[in-house]
């Protein structure tokens, strides 16, 4: 009969102190409690999960009972050794609280606690997920935990110490187990691989072990499924992110470029193409945060390289970025996406969610923070070094390119003159208007409803008016219609060929954007109030 496939983190659980990883100060504790013979009653081991409690607590208690053990590491020889390595000795008792939690399942424990090993030293209780006990159950171990018989060992393991009553905890050694280290992790999966001879790109390896946030019993399983997906094949860096549903770092550093342009629809592109890359969104959150994380540290820290895991390249990357940002900039996008990463673990419209972060990012006008209003001056100062007018120079030049800006004698707009304020509010009427433009703008209901989604949607709140060469001017509100209208050539060519298709006549336009209702008023003459608008119902 073939013998069943073992998980890779089963097969390589480490057997004796030497084989077990980024722990060291409490093995060596562990070890020279063994060698002295001084092994106390009760432990508490905690920690997060993956990171050796259970495998530790396994070695510890082979180690206690151990006939010969060597610089207090089990032999692994010896009849006792071999007997709990099989799960087959009644001195070793693994118990589950998160479903053995209740009253009666403890007394059962401290029934048994009276009665001495029928065989080696010691009898050990490992109990994980200690935290999961009731407080009934508590009371009842607390006692034996207290004055056990000397032949009794309890091993508490739990990833959440803050649940576990003062009274236990007072009464126990406790070790800490910490998160091990990415180059930890990668140098044992290395090894791993080396010993199943698995070729692997090491970069593959590197991000396996990132991603499995210290847990080196996570990273053994992200590698198992890895490896199954491309059995028999080379593990590249790009088939571990097409397995894991993750994301290419070069796209977060496209994305980051993007909003500090205020490019919504570049931004919101690049998600398009990591959802229908499959990817998973929630990772997605979390490793652009890691991303904006380390680009933050290399804005403010000297030594950033030693405390930021990343390749020659990445790094590159990472510097270059860090010259053409600020870091308000980068603590509130990072404030953005944290907030979003706390949201998205339950939401069932995740892509919504991060087009609307999205949006905050490129669009620092939607808040009111500090933060917010320090990347709005940035945006801006952008604009002007490189040649763009800002929203007030913009506001004067969309009223002198439609021809009705009032000016002074001096020439000059008659914004800059207070005593001429009022006469820039309100533009004088043209005289007459072009048949072309008025068949469009007592059309525009109709002509509306036959345009096609997205498009339609951005016109929605579209006003019209005429330009300075007596064309028609379409107005569309600033940000995502600006962006889809403006920034993309071939939306308004569509657009002409729609108008022109419902009056027979050719039709240019021209595109511009404002910030609000009032600002149109202000600056265009309203053809809808001149023209009568022949009224269309819309298709539901």
């Known amino acids: 009969m073939e013998r069943s496939y073992t998980a890779l983190y089963r097969k390589f659980r480490p057997h004796r102190f030497e084989d077990v990883k980024g722990q060291e100060p409490i093995v060596t504790t562990l070890r020279n409690q063994i060698k002295a013979g001084r092994i106390g009653h009760a432990y508490l081991f905690c920690g997060t999960r993956g990171t050796g409690k259970t495998s530790v607590a396994k070695i510890f208690a082979k180690a206690a009972n151990c006939e010969q053990p060597?610089?207090?590491?089990?032999?692994?020889?010896?009849?006792m050794c071999r007997t709990i390595a099989a799960g087959a000795s009644m001195n070793v008792m693994e118990i589950d609280a998160a479903s053995n939690n209740g009253v009666d399942n403890i007394r059962e424990i401290v029934d048994e606690v009276a009665y001495s090993p029928a065989?080696?030293?010691y009898k050990v209780y490992i109990i994980d997920e200690v935290h999961m006990l009731s407080i009934g159950a508590f009371n009842a171990l607390l006692k034996t935990l207290e004055e056990p018989p000397e032949y009794v060992i309890f091993i508490l393991a739990t990833t959440e110490v803050h649940k576990i009553p003062v009274t236990i905890m007072s009464r126990c050694q406790r070790y800490d187990f910490k998160r091990i280290s990415v180059e930890t992790i990668s140098e044992v999966l290395k090894k791993l691989m080396a010993e199943e001879q698995i070729e692997a790109e090491e970069?593959?390896?590197?991000?396996?072990?990132?991603?499995?946030?210290?847990?080196?019993?996570?990273?053994?399983?992200?590698l198992d499924q890895c490896v199954a997906f491309y059995f028999g094949q080379k593990l590249t860096y790009d088939k571990v992110l097409e397995v894991l549903g993750a994301v290419d770092t070069e796209v977060f550093s496209r994305l980051f470029r993007a909003s500090l342009e205020g490019s919504v629809t570049s931004a919101v592109e690049l998600l398009e193409e990591i959802v229908m890359q499959g990817r998973e969104l929630g990772?997605?959150?979390v490793d652009f945060t890691w991303y904006l994380r380390n680009l933050l540290l290399m804005k403010t820290s000297d030594g950033s390289e030693d405390v930021i895991d990343a390749s020659a390249e990445n790094m590159a990357r990472l510097k270059e970025e860090a010259k053409i940002?600020?870091?308000?900039?980068?603590?509130?996008?990072?404030?953005?996406f944290s907030e979003l990463s706390g949201q998205i673990k339950y939401a069932a419209q995740k892509r919504i969610l991060i087009e609307m972060a999205l949006i905050k990012l490129c669009k620092p006008s939607m808040e009111t923070d500090n933060q917010s209003l320090l990347d709005r001056i940035r945006q801006l100062e952008d604009k002007i070094e490189s040649g763009m007018p800002g929203p007030s120079a913009q506001a004067g030049a969309d009223r002198l390119s439609g021809g009705y800006a009032a000016l002074s004698p001096e020439g000059n707009p008659a914004g800059n003159n207070p005593a001429s304020a009022a006469a820039a509010v309100r533009p004088e009427y043209p005289k007459a208007i072009p048949e072309d433009v008025e068949k469009v703008v007592s059309s525009w209901p109709g002509i509306l409803s036959r345009i096609p989604m997205p498009m339609k949607s951005y016109l929605k709140g579209a006003r019209l008016s005429l330009s300075d060469d007596n064309k028609l001017l379409i107005v569309?509100?600033?940000?995502l219609a600006s962006d889809y209208m403006l920034k993309q050539p071939d939306h308004q060519q569509q657009l002409e060929t729609i108008l022109s298709e419902a009056t027979g006549k050719t039709i240019a336009v021209h595109i511009r954007s404002i910030e609000s209702d009032r600002s149109f008023d202000a600056s265009y003459i309203d053809l809808s109030k001149i023209i009568h608008m022949d009224i269309e119902e819309e298709d539901e």
């Open 70 to 79: 060597v610089e207090g590491s089990p032999c692994g020889e010896c009849a």
């Open 119 to 121: 065989e080696g030293k």
């Open 203 to 222: 970069k593959a390896i590197l991000y396996i072990a990132k991603s499995a946030d210290g847990a080196l019993r996570d990273a053994l399983s992200l």
């Open 283 to 285: 990772q997605f959150v």
């Open 325 to 336: 940002t600020d870091v308000n900039i980068i603590m509130r996008y990072i404030r953005i």
């Open 476 to 479: 569309v509100e600033d940000g």
